[in-house]
């Protein structure tokens, strides 16, 4: 075993257990990635993380995270490093930079990607992971920040088949789901498309409310009516549009503290941009995401993304602050 | 009482009490129809049915309806009238024409107009059959012809409240949910929206599985982590257009025995035009009412609407016939 | 003849010649037929006009319309009555009300509907005017205000052709293209469709012009090489939307005095309905009517529609007021 | 150095001088190219040309190009390269590949690229070529192959200014208008936007002529009705889609010969990608290239794309060979 040397091969212990990887260097530690490596300390693993946002790295010293300086200080050493960046150009410096993951972490490092980025980006930093010895795989998450903090996210894995099961134990530790998707890249793809079609799920519900309501129908029967028929969807059970309907949804509390309109279109414009490379028709995707786009020009990027049916309603100004 | 005399008055017994509602004239037997009206019968009501097709005149009586050779004959002395009509012409002729049904039944008859039609016919109607000591409700149905044969449909149902409270035992015989949706036009308002978010979240599970299936996912894989995310709906979970992954669904026996394309299309163009009278955006409704009108005019007008995957995926040929 | 009468069989003279038809009857004197009916008394017509609007009657009256106090006496001995009224709802009301115009004309007159309204309202008031001796067409225009002050509208016209013939005079007089289009209801579906052709039109030069700009070529440059390349129309020669460009065109004086995003939503709508009645797949014909009805939900209505222009650079706010 | 040596600068004359450059290497002579190499030699300059293609070399051959076996043969000595390749591949393959061209052109030659890429492909290349002692200008045509027959293109170019001039001469041998539109890369961005204008008005003029003809109006009536009114756009006026209305236009023979759906997709889907890097809104772009992929899919992408009428009026099958 070239990076685990002859001592592991002795003992027998199956290659990459558990134990072998206690050490976790976390890049990133926003909404999501600080829940997240909350949650592998509660597990018992050793996390070392780094954010340049001073916030969240107070938030990350209480939860138990071990604070680093920069990237560099976060990844020495460690046996697993996981990202959770906020787009495609600063985990490209992240990753090639100078003093960057793939050179700088050490031989057999696992290194677990689980921004949201296209998927050429895996595709992209996987051979030159290997070629430096290391374990690459492009693992994004699913289940928004609520999901995070409860341990209760989907977490949908590609690249070798052996790196995910070297990572399971990592993986539950923060999610309920974890999926195998396939070759490198398969990972983001499956995130991309569940979201594309929870974004148009949203969009459907969004328009169709507003037009049974305008048309006469009380709201919280004509939902009622929807969750027990054949319009039903995560998102009318979950997390609909109209206020007051479901208690925890962001709707429910002005539009704060949900998933904003911005990071949406970011999601929204990534799926479009790989349905364009595989050439595949996406009809309402293609649409939804403009409609969301107009939304983000109007000025309400910052609000959650079912603020649209204010907006549909005529009612954004009242809210606009 | 003001309708039925000062004698059921002094009788005690309640008003439109089920007892009273034991003959039921139904109008039309086709694939809802008979098997509503198969479903009264097995409930003990006596059910007079009428179809022009022979062939459904045929399977009623294997059913116990007894057969009528028309309108006429199937709503004489009838205390309740049924109809499950294919379009708004038929309905005003069956109602309106010569023999109609708000002319011809006896004072004091519930009218149940149970076929899917613009919401302004059941308001024109209304009106006559309340002029002419009739009562009128429009209770269009949800659930399929699967819903219709287990006795699992909903039914929304607009009107006085207290002709939806007369009709109940009747519904019961025949759906799971009832919902009373307000006056005369919310029924199949509410019907029209279900079904649009319905359709809508078709077409977007299926561009989308398209596309992740051509950008090198599993189909199984796929399909069970969206029914495992935020990208569920009832639709991925029980009716997905690609082949084999739900062996209850159209798509599993060659999009045969669903519900094909045009009469979903007569759906979707029923609810874009209550959208364009009631003024409400619905820019993902009309997309998808225009894709699957699209389908049509390619000549698949016959097929279960989840036959779009396979024009997607440029297969259409294969299957056709 | 039933309406002129035996003298004139003798006489020899054309059936409806210009000579006989002096006087004009017009109803609705505002932004067009103001102006339309100032054309008619410049080219020696005699009309008389009714409009509910002071201002309109006071601007009329200046122009040398005979002021009347009401459509009866507007209409009472006219050979002509000119309509241009601003929806269904007034037409139906002012042609089939008390004292409508169906009923109070003279036998012979002809009545020229030339308000933009649904192609079912011309084909519901035909026969119901034949029956009552008077000759019906239906004849919208197009070419705007500015075209209705030139006289240099279009005509498009539906109904007998030689009714069409003997409103030409009258025609002439208000614009410089004149086209019989066929059976009754049929200038207005052409109206609708050239309307629906411009706005897609414009909605299509308004997203591209917006998107060149953004991507770093210069607004005047870009306008230049359309109009002299393959993706030039009306639109981008007469009417573009980038402020400055064109001086004639309202984006050049601060989205005023153009043609509303009301009115335009309006023929837009109506233009869908047409669709959805003949069944034909307009994708681009919906979509463009979501985008300027969602313009308008925003509340810029009373602004000319190309002011989209604005609202997609997220510029709305500062020329709001 | 002719044209940098003090011999140059004594005379006085001009920089880049028309005289000095007349040895052009052209690379691609298919529909487009081949044309556009014939209409040079007719103005007197030197082609040597290549193409894979047999066909297009011994059509080149006949229209007095000089044969070259390879890009190096065709190159070599050059004061001006023209390139007019398939695609980005090609482009990217032929320019920066074994013996490509940025390498081995001689040091000054002029690299006019003129193929429709992405706009990011010539910003690419332009700091490699110049770094090398090139000079490098994006500048593509518009015109179609009518165009380049006749010599009547229009050429955006983008990159220094001073290359523009310097290819003035050439580009008036193969074009009637040529436009400056900024910073390299610029040309193809106003290319891209004018085009995408142009398949949006012909989805609009297409189905909008097909509602229109639905409904009962003569289709060269409405044609006309059109062309004298506001709906008229350059696609109305010379490539509607109607067989027989316009004799030049591909729809008049047949959809042969035009230009086809598989290059207008690719057209679209540039575009597309295009608009998503700078954030654009394009609404009606995004679904143009939707219906249009759509029309590839059912297998029509070698008809011309004006053959998607015959879709919509379901006659598809008609014509299919």
Request: charged letters at 20%; proline letters at 4%; a positive charge.
């Amino acid at each position: 075993m070239r990076y685990r040397g002859a001592q592991w091969f002795l003992t027998g212990v199956r290659r990459y257990s558990t134990s072998n990887d206690r050490n976790i260097g976390f890049l990133g530690l926003g909404n999501m990635g600080g829940f997240m490596a909350a949650n592998l300390v509660k597990k018992g693993f050793k996390v070392r993380g780094y954010d340049p946002s001073a916030e969240a790295m107070k938030k990350a010293d209480k939860n138990g995270v071990i604070g680093a300086n920069s990237v560099a200080e976060a990844i020495d050493g460690a046996d697993v490093v996981i990202s959770m960046l906020p787009d495609d150009k600063v985990v490209l410096e992240t990753y090639l930079g100078k003093d960057g993951v793939i050179e700088r972490t050490r031989k057999g490092a696992l290194l677990i990607e689980s921004s949201t980025v296209a998927p050429t980006l895996p595709r992209q930093l996987f051979p030159l992971a290997l070629e430096k010895g290391k374990r690459f795989t492009d693992s994004p998450v699913s289940g928004g920040v609520m999901g995070a903090e409860r341990g209760a996210l989907a977490i949908m894995s590609g690249g070798h088949k052996e790196d995910f099961e070297r990572a399971l134990p990592i993986f539950k530790a923060m999610s309920t789901n974890q999926f195998y998707c396939g070759d490198i890249g398969t990972g983001i793809i499956a995130k991309l498309t569940n979201n594309l079609i929870l974004f148009i799920n949203s969009l459907a519900a969004t328009e169709c409310l507003n037009m049974g309501i305008s048309a006469g129908i009380d709201p919280k029967l004509l939902l009622n009516i929807i969750n027990s028929s054949t319009g039903r969807s995560w998102f009318t059970e979950e997390y609909c549009p109209v206020p007051g309907l479901i208690p925890t949804a962001p709707s429910s509390r002005d539009y704060k503290n949900g998933f904003n309109n911005d990071l949406m279109v970011k999601d929204l414009e990534l799926a479009c941009s790989m349905a364009l490379n595989v050439r595949s028709p996406v009809p309402l995707g293609v649409l939804t995401a403009q409609v969301y786009r107009i939304m983000q020009i109007l000025g309400y990027g910052q609000k959650d993304f079912t603020y649209l049916y204010q907006i549909m309603r005529g009612e954004a100004s009242k809210h606009k602050n």
